[in-house]
């Protein structure tokens, strides 16, 4: 039921919480407070082929988040009078309240020998199909791991767990915390700060931005662009697509009797290795070139993750009968969209992605491949130029003051597909925790990353929700330029992939 009322932008009533005086308080920021993502909690499980040292990692983590606004990661989480989230961080940590939980395992066998450990996805040759994330929640995590939002509003639990299972021959190191603190932009920060404490590079440790003052707001007004510039103000271009009132009350209840007459979708891990990406790639430009999708002599560009997300709209929509109008909601971090944010001193721990949405007739998307993915591209850059993220936000400040969070633009008997993109992120790289490294555990030829690098992430949420549906989640490339995708699919749809790899894997 709260997963409803999230997408219809209504309130729910949340728990009292244990308040304590003297805690510091820092503000849920604008992209942060949103009803889904108040009750979103996430497992990321990086892997590592290497035997890691758990309580350098504990220690170091702990330290990281007593250096300044770093501290805000050690927050609980509470809804103030106004209704707004905000982070309580205890003024000093401590075993009874500490920054985070923990816990560790150790299993005297190699991975593979464990029942759970020999599901994890490995890269091949081939594009693959493997089990989805949720599906190593026991064996990464313990049991006493928040759910959801209400489970961290109760008593005086840390936003954020440290789980660490080792196998003789590699680690699994899990962090838990409810999406509203961070996304994968903040995650990669996250990362690359506790690496520079583990070899004891405190001093390096970036400066957190916008702790206390939502940088939103400053993007809004212009602040974070070039002042040589005259600020044009713009309206939202896709103003006129958007779904609201009885638009959203029939886009809901379609939804809703989908989910009733379809089923539970599935989640599973798609593995993409880079001549599978290169050959879909050379494909969307032949089709563009035949199908003269575009004006002029020149070819216009589309990018891996175009093409991507227009493969993916492309097997959802092909498993669907019904002749329906698809939109591709892609997220935008607005940390790569500014100079100004790219090259900043410091790092900004919280959400800062918005929303692009591509429209896509019945017709085009069960075409080829092409002018699906330059669709997208087109869509894209229409609506993340400066004036139209300046729009976007300005609607969703109204829409926020107004208590209604759900944005969404399109047609109320669409196809919803949402696309989430980690590649700039490059949370495969990101951490190095070479100084842990107790033991090599993959000394094979076929080893790519460095001692103590990561060779893959899992993410799952702590619980499955029927909600999540038509969702791909592009966690980016590994260390052999191979992509990991994330998918939660009908079962039909999961039909149309399984066939699409069957007939990469064939190279036709």
């Given amino acids: 039921m709260n997963s409803i009322k999230a997408m219809l932008g209504i309130g729910t009533k949340d728990p009292q919480p244990s308040i304590f005086q003297g805690d510091d308080v820092y503000p849920a920021t604008l992209l942060d407070d949103t009803k889904a993502q108040r009750d979103m909690i996430l497992h990321w499980t990086f892997h590592f082929n290497d035997v890691l040292d758990a309580e350098k990692l504990r220690t170091s983590l702990a ?27 205890p003024k000093t940590f401590s075993e009874e309240r500490p920054s985070f939980q923990y816990s560790q ?21 081939q594009p693959s199909l493997h089990a989805g994330g949720y599906e190593f929640k026991d064996l990464a995590t313990s049991p006493d791991t928040p759910v ?25 190191v899990t962090l838990v915390f409810s999406h509203m603190l961070m996304d994968a932009g903040g995650l990669q920060n996250l990362l690359q700060n506790w690496s520079l404490v583990l070899v004891g590079r405190e001093s390096e440790v ?18 974070m662009e070039d002042h040589s510039e005259e600020l044009v103000q713009e309206e939202l271009k896709i103003a006129h697509k958007r779904i609201k009132g009885l638009k959203m009350f029939i886009f809901i209840v379609r939804f809703l009797w989908e989910l009733l007459w379809y089923g539970k979708p599935e989640s599973r891990t798609i593995f993409m290795p880079k001549t ?31 093409v991507l997300s227009a493969w ?19 997220a935008v971090n607005l940390r790569y969209r500014f100079d100004s944010m790219k090259h900043a001193t410091g790092v900004y721990l919280q959400n800062l992605a918005l929303c692009a949405f591509t429209f896509v007739s019945p017709s085009m998307v069960r075409g080829p491949l092409g002018p699906i993915a330059l669709a997208n591209r087109e869509h894209l850059v229409e609506q993340t130029t400066n004036p139209q993220i300046r729009a976007y936000l300005r609607n969703a400040i109204a829409e926020s003051q107004n208590g209604l969070e759900a944005i969404l633009f399109g047609e109320s008997n669409m196809l919803l597909i949402i696309i989430t993109n980690w590649t700039k992120a490059e949370l495969t790289q990101a ?78």
């Fill in 312 to 330: 993916t709209a492309k097997m959802v929509a092909s498993s669907d009968p019904r002749q329906l109008p698809v939109s591709i909601l892609n």
């Fill in 148 to 172: 959801n939002g209400w489970d961290l509003l109760v008593g005086d639990k840390p936003q954020m767990a440290l789980n660490v299972v080792s196998f003789k021959n590699a680690t699994l």
């Fill in 63 to 89: 330290t990281l988040l007593e250096i300044g606004d770093w501290r805000k990661l050690g927050g609980r989480y509470r809804i103030n009078a106004q209704g707004k989230a905000e982070f309580h961080v």
């Fill in 276 to 306: 599978a990406i290169s050959q879909l790639r050379r494909e969307a430009l032949e089709d563009l070139t035949l199908t003269k999708a575009y004006v002029g002599d020149k070819k216009p560009f589309i990018s891996e993750g175009d």
């Fill in 206 to 223: 970036s400066p957190v931005l916008g702790a206390r003052k939502d940088v939103t707001y400053a993007i809004t007004e212009g602040c």
């Fill in 105 to 125: 395992r150790a299993f005297e066998m190699n991975i593979e020998d464990n029942p759970i450990g020999r599901k994890f996805p490995k890269a091949g040759e």
């Fill in 431 to 508: 951490a190095d925790f070479s100084t842990a490294v107790l033991r090599v555990g993959d000394e094979g030829p076929m080893r790519k990353n460095v001692k103590g690098q990561m060779t893959q992430v899992s993410v799952a949420a702590a619980k499955e929700s029927f909600m999540s549906k038509n969702v791909m989640i592009i966690k980016g490339k590994d260390l052999g330029g191979n992509y990991w995708l994330d998918g939660c699919f009908l079962p039909k749809a999961w039909v149309k992939f399984e066939e699409e790899i069957a007939r990469l894997s064939n190279g036709s």
